[in-house]
């Protein structure tokens, strides 16, 4: 490991250097960094890596789940929540027994067990693939969500299934009422064990004693807490992860200070940075070890490529019947039910059929696979799932990486009619929060604006009266005023975005943070 750390720090600095490059050129890094692992893998003298399964399951998983956790919106969550969940669920297990029966039919040797595992290591698409591209190019708010949601929740789905799969083939049987029980138990006690950690993470941040780096180091604890509690007792830990981020996202600023998550979000964006440039880096790198391992197993190069396009092609064309299915059922339910979108139209779905890219729980899942079965026997197959599921991360990205900024150009994506355009939606939340603080000082402080001359000010502001800000000296008076101004305005805008589920809740978190920076401010002045 010590004799390897100048090549590990060098690895850090690529990512870097790739990131810019990828910037520049305007490409998803995700695709860029997978590229460049596998070139840097042909270099003779760089150390083979043998990536641990653990390493990604535990180091890499649970804080990339609980970073986008924290940052998905519970609102549109909710709203979208009939199509989320059922292309987190359904589709999911669509393509996987898809995968299965396409496996088992046309390559030699597979079982519908190893079907049914191969399906669920290459079932869900890549939550950061998706996000990195769409960076970009501007997509409907409505899409975006649905995408970050749908994300959030495959991985478990896929998981569940890789799971009971591996048992099938390892025992030779599959009892499907125990597989259904067992099923409630890993999402119930996966949503139920992040749930109850969450809290007690919450007192522990609102009662002890904590300043601004405990409540840092809280926040990072906390996902591998959630995620090893809940496999310990044999439920999903991604869920767990999931819900308990969830949970405390929607409670940040009612036990944490301003301090607090000015400084953790930094912490929390340059750690994600890492991370994620690590796990696409190392998916090119691990290619000459998948490849050694298909040698010994006696199957030519070629042959394997051709299962892995064909198992690519399966999965992009399952994605797409779903979209549409999922059109043809939303028409069908608008009948009897209310739904979120009742003319859904073929853009949307066109967008989501192509939206597949696959990443780094399809690696993670794969690497997992034991070398041995209990009796000892070579598990069946194993290097070429593996190679296989590095074909379909590979074809994936390359293809629809590349191709799908073009392709959403190519469609002109419109924002539905309900939605205002951010400067419109942002404008209105301004000028709504300024007219509620002016109204609070005017009534509660009004015998103190002539006194301290800087409420003057902060009311001339608000009224549109004065343009530039000064900087000035407050007294400890008018700072107390100031903050409970800012405390108003920051409860205003939470219950605002509770009472109003079409409002974009990125904007309200916009708004937040200048607040938090605006309290922040207060204490150097």
Known sequence: MIENFPFYLSLIVAIVLIIMLANK????????????????????????????????????????????????????????????????????????????????????????????????????????????????????????????????????????????????????????????????????GGIVVGLLIAWVFMKAHKYLPTDTNMDIILTIVAPYIMYMAAEEVHSSGVLAVVSGGLYLANRQHYFLSSTSRLRGFNVW????????????????????????????????????????????????????????????????????????????????????????????????????????MSNGVSFPHRHLILFITFIVILTTLLLQGLTLPVFIRKLKLGEKGHYLTEEETDRLIRKEMAEHALKHLNKNYSGLMEEHPILQQLAGKWEGKISEERELVLSEKSKAVYLDLLNLQRKWLLQKNQKELLLDEDIIRRHLRIIDIEEEKLRYM
């Open 269 to 372: 964006e340059s750690l994600v940075f890492v991370l994620n440039g690590l796990v696409f880096l190392l998916i090119g790198l691990d290619l000459p070890e998948i490849e050694q391992g298909l040698k010994q197993e006696g199957i030519s190069f070629t042959s394997a490529i051709g299962y892995g396009l064909l198992v690519a092609a399966v999965l992009v064309a399952v994605r797409f019947l779903s979209a549409f299915g999922a059109v043809l059922v939303t028409l069908i339910m608008r009948n009897f039910i209310n739904v979120a979108e009742r003319n859904p139209g073929t853009k949307g779905p066109l967008l989501m059929g192509w939206t597949g890219m696959r990443g780094v729980v399809s690696l993670a899942a794969a690497l997992s696979i034991p070398l041995q």
């Open 25 to 188: 050129l305007k490409i998803a890094y995700p695709v860029l960094l997978v590229v460049a692992g596998l070139l840097i893998s042909f270099i003779p003298g760089v150390p083979v890596l043998h990536i641990d399964p653990e390493l990604i399951f535990i180091i890499f998983l649970p804080p990339l789940l609980y970073e986008a956790a924290w940052n998905i919106s519970w609102k549109e969550l909710w709203r979208w929540r009939r199509i989320i969940g059922s292309f987190a669920f359904v589709v999911v297990f669509l393509t996987a027994m898809s995968v299965a029966f396409v496996a088992n039919h046309f390559i030699p040797g597979f079982s519908l067990a190893l079907g049914f595992l191969l399906g669920g290591i290459v079932s869900p698409p890549d939550a950061v693939s998706a996000g990195a591209i769409l960076k970009f190019v501007p997509v409907p708010k409505r899409m975006s969500s649905i995408l970050e949601g749908e994300s959030l929740l495959n991985d478990a789905s896929s998981l569940i299934i890789f799971r009971f799969a591996l048992i099938a083939v390892a025992t030779g049987q599959f009892i499907w009422y125990q597989a259904a029980l067992s099923f409630v138990w890993m999402v119930a």
